[in-house]
């Protein structure tokens, strides 16, 4: 069903994303990490789901964000184990992988379950038994970025751990997915010398929103999927309204369902303004002056000038360095982005919620 407002996980179900789908394929086939990046409800998890299940190889599941939640905000080895437990009980139907998980220090398996002594188990211990069974074993993490918070070193644990099996085992493969600036530049480190991953390759599939075609073609075969009539005018009304972002059409079509057209759209409002809520309480730990050149630019100060200008009229003198800052790290994180040197937000209804 496309109007599931849960990640896709049937090819059936994922519209568009062919060209994305056979990159993540091929990408999961031959290189050691690959990785999933694009703004949120863009897709991510979808199309790692469907990539997942399409390719012929053993594959286990870690939402690194239910980990910083569950956690509190720093993630233990425990958390992670915890999470792995019911991932790995999965394959024991597989004798291989029995037989190589039995020989994890602290594991104790008993017929199709694991129980475990966290403090006892090494994690490149798992690895390196997933290793030996002699066939593809894809690691994936969903919302990457929130490794960070793993251990008291800023993840630096997890990112040796993942450069020493890029490094020496041969068969497991990363494929981690987040937004671009937290996981390519926080987490693994492309910029970053000291990053025990820098220089390794990194195999990367970025996710754009839909264009008008597609967009308008989801929300038609959408309804139709559910027997919901509706009149072309008012999908190109939603299009022009929610843009290309998937995740905005799907609530969009979901209320649609059940509520007239004017409705619906009003209701996808909504769930978009949580959304932005939660997102931008984020940014702000990160520092309240990007929400700022958020607004400004979603007012309308488009070209640097302007921006400058917005902030002296408001009264707050910031440095020329300061807004660069502030503007690069938006672009990386994949709020904005510069289009004949002015710059867009790109998640259009976020763009008119910000200016309320
Ligand atoms: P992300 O992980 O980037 O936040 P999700 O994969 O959770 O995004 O997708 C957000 C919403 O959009 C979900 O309701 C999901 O079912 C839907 N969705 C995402 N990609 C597609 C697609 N290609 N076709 C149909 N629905 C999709
Ligand atoms: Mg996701």
Redesign the pocket.
């Known amino acids: 069903m496309?109007?599931?407002?849960?990640?896709?996980s049937k090819s059936s179900?994922?519209?568009?994303?062919k060209r994305e789908l056979k990159i993540l394929i091929d990408s999961l086939s031959s290189n050691p990490i690959t990785i999933i990046t694009?703004?949120?409800?863009?897709?991510?998890?979808?199309?790692?789901?469907?990539g997942l299940k399409e390719i012929n190889a053993s594959y286990l599941i870690i939402d690194a964000r239910k980990m910083y939640t569950d956690s509190g905000g720093a993630i233990s080895k425990f958390n992670l184990i915890s999470q792995l437990q019911p991932e790995l009980e999965k394959h024991l139907l597989k004798e291989k992988i029995k037989k190589a998980l039995k020989n994890v220090k602290g594991f104790m398996i008993a017929g199709n379950s694991i129980e475990f002594n966290w403090k006892e188990i090494n994690i490149s211990d798992i690895l390196e038994a997933l290793n030996q069974i002699r066939k593809t074993f894809i690691i994936a993490i969903?919302?990457a970025q929130y490794l960070k918070y793993y251990g008291s070193r800023g993840g630096r644990d997890l990112q040796n751990m993942i450069a020493w099996a890029y490094d020496n085992l041969e068969n497991i493969r990363f494929l981690l997915?987040g937004s671009e600036i937290g996981l390519l530049y926080d987490f693994l480190g492309v910029e970053d010398y000291d990053n025990p991953l820098f220089g390794r390759y990194l195999s990367e599939i970025l996710?754009y929103p839909f264009s008008d075609i597609e967009a308008i073609s989801?929300l038609k075969k959408?309804l139709e999927e559910a027997n919901c009539s509706y009149k072309e005018t008012e999908l190109v009304e939603a299009h022009k309204h929610l843009d290309g972002i998937?995740?905005h059409?799907?609530?969009y079509g979901l209320h649609r369902l059940k509520k007239s057209h004017p409705e619906a759209l009003e209701a996808a409002y909504k769930v978009a303004r949580i959304t932005l809520k939660k997102e931008l309480k984020e940014l702000e730990k990160r520092s309240p002056r990007y929400i700022t050149v958020l607004k400004y630019i979603a007012s309308g100060a488009k070209k640097f000038s302007n921006i400058q200008k917005a902030f002296q009229v408001n009264g707050e003198t910031i440095s020329k360095s300061r807004i660069h800052d502030a503007l690069d790290i938006l672009r990386k994180t994949g709020w904005i982005e510069k289009k004949d040197n002015e710059w867009h937000i790109i998640d259009k209804v976020f763009e008119k919620l910000l200016k309320e």
């Open positions: 496309l109007l599931d407002p849960k990640p896709k179900d994922l519209f568009g994303r694009g703004i949120r409800r863009i897709g991510k998890s979808s199309l790692m789901r469907v969903d919302e997915t996710l989801f959408a998937v995740g059409l799907v609530q």
